[in-house]
């Protein structure tokens, strides 16, 4: 005989089991929350690399060596933000002869390869271009402390490869030293963003704040209408390149030389703002557009600058002289032009310091403020000018700051007191 135990639960036994219920869905909730908020604390900044082998084979992009055009994208951590985008294009200056850019496609500058540090899986606190107290290194990083602005948005680093500020178009590859050389920056940047709107959802994009620092902050000036137009009607859009103001100072100066050696031999006709090269200033080849102060004027989407009246970059490579006697007319030179070109724009605004440096300072970490604002603080109130339905940081514009166009330190050179001697950046990689 055989005796079957009747399914009977006592109340003792219902208790437990709701409770064992009630003890799993703690459990799963408690595994969710880890995965969007426990993995931001063991893993602040990590982002995955995408390298675009199709757009290769389809598109024919390429960086300096031939390998893919690479980005790094950082899925936004919170849902209330997840339409919304911070980018940061790469800097690193341009190669101006062939052989320059032979040997600038054996480093990270020219190529994409792991042999340089592009592991599928980096810290975008601790990649070059990236880290320290750079534009990029503060308004990158997933720390509300550090970046209140944006940390837990979608963030992507646009890995610059090819020498020319992503604008070259070049179809033919120069054979030297036994090497392929590529020229198709232009064709890597918009591989990256029909990549990162195809399968990423910026499509849906709410919210961009494009920046770049140095030539990534040219590249900045240069791309701005270009993302902005791909972008949906609806996307409110703001550029901020940092330290990409260089001074063009006729056809003798070595850095009006070597820019017009990147638009001739990379043909970046095509990487070019279109309006402007299709100006009387353009002469109809967009020559004079690969320099900011010759672009700026065409730029139809709004901008807020970050830039240093005395920018060391520019008074070594561009002025060779640290003489104030040199340094001081060329500085009213910068801050004269950036006024009667980009800031004589609608929807423009600038954070002008007289630091002697070059990138950087996004925080204010080195003490470097004007009229008491950071340039946190400066660029939240511009934005909450431009888009005063949806403020990013305060309830302030900078119309209610009495500055409706921009802040300018404007001390005389040197000036050790606009740097400040404060802590700065994120601490040295481990």
Partial sequence: MVYVTPLIRSPLQEGWQQHQRFYWWCYVVLVVGCVFGCAGESEPNMATGHWLHDAVAVDGARCLDGSAPLY?????????????????????????SVDNCYDRSNSRLGSSNATYGYLPRVDLRFIEGCNNSRWCGNM????????????????????????????????????YKGQ????????NFKAIFKDLIDNQGMGQASTVILGGDSAGGLATYVHADYVRSILPKTTQFVAVPDSGFFMDLGPSNSYHQMMKWVFDYMNSTAGLDESCVMSTIGHGNGSACIFAQHTTPFIST??????????????????????????????????????DTLLSLP???????????????????????????????AFSAFWNTIYPESPLFGNRSSEQLG???????????????????GPCGLPPPP
């Fill in 180 to 187: 392929e050389l590529y020229f198709r920056g232009s064709r």
């Fill in 403 to 421: 500055r409706s166009k921009w802040w300018f330190q404007e001390e005389v050179y040197p000036c050790d007191k606009c740097c400040g001697d």
């Fill in 347 to 377: 929807y423009t605004s600038a954070f002008v310091d007289s630091c002697h440096h070059h990138c950087g300072y996004w925080s204010g970490c080195l003490g470097v403020d004007i009229h008491g604002d950071t340039t946190e603080g």
């Fill in 72 to 96: 790094y994208y950082r899925n936004a951590t919170s849902r209330a933000n997840s339409t919304k985008w911070i980018m940061h294009i790469q800097g690193g200056a341009w190669c101006n």
């Fill in 140 to 175: 990158m990083v997933n720390d509300a402390s550090l970046n209140p602005i944006a940390h837990d948005w979608n963030a992507v680093f646009l890995v610059y490869c090819d020498g020319g500020s992503f604008t070259g178009n070049n179809e033919s590859a120069t054979w």
């Fill in 302 to 339: 709004p901008v807020f600058a970050l830039q240093s009246q005395y920018d060391s970059y520019q008074t070594g490579a561009i002025l060779k002289s640290e003489d104030p006697a040199k340094v001081n007319p060329f500085g009213a030179q910068i801050v004269q032009t950036l006024n």
